[in-house]
């Protein structure tokens, strides 16, 4: 067995306030990282570690003109061919903000995250679906009285009014982003409270210092 870790965000890790959350992850054998999403590097550059560096033996390739056996290329376990020197952002990232400066930066992100969380809670009219655990929240728009009416519907009712809810917020999702000031994106989640049915929420991503 391999146990794998989809830790896009790992890097929460930096965090001496919230690392506890993702406690377990030590357990794992190989874990994925994306630096574009807490380390703040640009788009594209997910890495993943090894428990064991030798893994990634079993995934190598070679080729006569490039890559050669013996060669320290990393290619030789990548998906790709040519490509950028990505591991620049990495390494120059760590050397400039640095451990505590993505400590700064993850906890004022989840902070960030908190705030928003409880402004959406005081409004009648939304309804928080997940709090946010690290620097991401969903939500959507459910009027105060068909909450309430939620809260006492049977599956059949609440899957239909839960239909409803979820067009209406692909609607105001795609229009928001078509007016071209704001974006907000959207996801599918299965609730508990909803008896795991699937509705859509709007998604927030708390990223930018
Ligand atoms: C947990 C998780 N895994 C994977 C991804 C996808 O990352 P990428 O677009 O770098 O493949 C995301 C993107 O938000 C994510 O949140």
Redesign the pocket.
């Given at each position: 067995m391999h146990f794998h870790v989809?830790g896009?965000?790992g890097p929460t890790l930096f965090s001496d306030r919230y690392r506890g959350r993702l406690k377990g992850i030590e357990r794992a054998d190989s874990v994925?990282i994306?630096a574009?999403?807490q380390l703040y590097v640009p788009m594209?550059v997910?890495l993943v570690l090894f428990r064991d560096p030798s893994a990634l033996g079993s995934i190598e390739h070679h080729a006569q003109y490039i890559i050669r056996q013996g060669s320290k290329d990393l290619g030789s376990a990548t998906l790709e061919g040519s490509r950028p020197g990505m591991a620049m952002l990495v390494h120059s990232a760590l050397k400039i903000i640095g451990r505590r400066g993505y400590g700064l930066l993850i906890d004022n992100g989840i902070e960030m995250a908190r705030r928003f969380a409880s402004r959406v809670d005081t409004l009648e009219d939304f309804e928080l679906v997940s709090e946010p655990e690290l620097n991401?929240l969903t939500y959507r728009w459910a009027p105060a009285p068909v909450q309430e009416t939620l809260r006492g519907a049977d599956a059949d009712l609440c899957r239909r009014i839960n239909e409803v809810l979820s067009r209406i917020t692909r609607t105001v999702q795609k229009t928001q982003r078509e007016h071209g000031k704001a974006f907000v994106s959207r996801t599918r989640l299965t609730p508990e409270r909803y008896g795991r049915q699937l509705i859509t929420v709007f998604r927030v991503?708390l990223a930018n210092p």
């Open positions: 989809d896009a965000w994925t994306d574009h999403k594209g997910g991401i991503v």
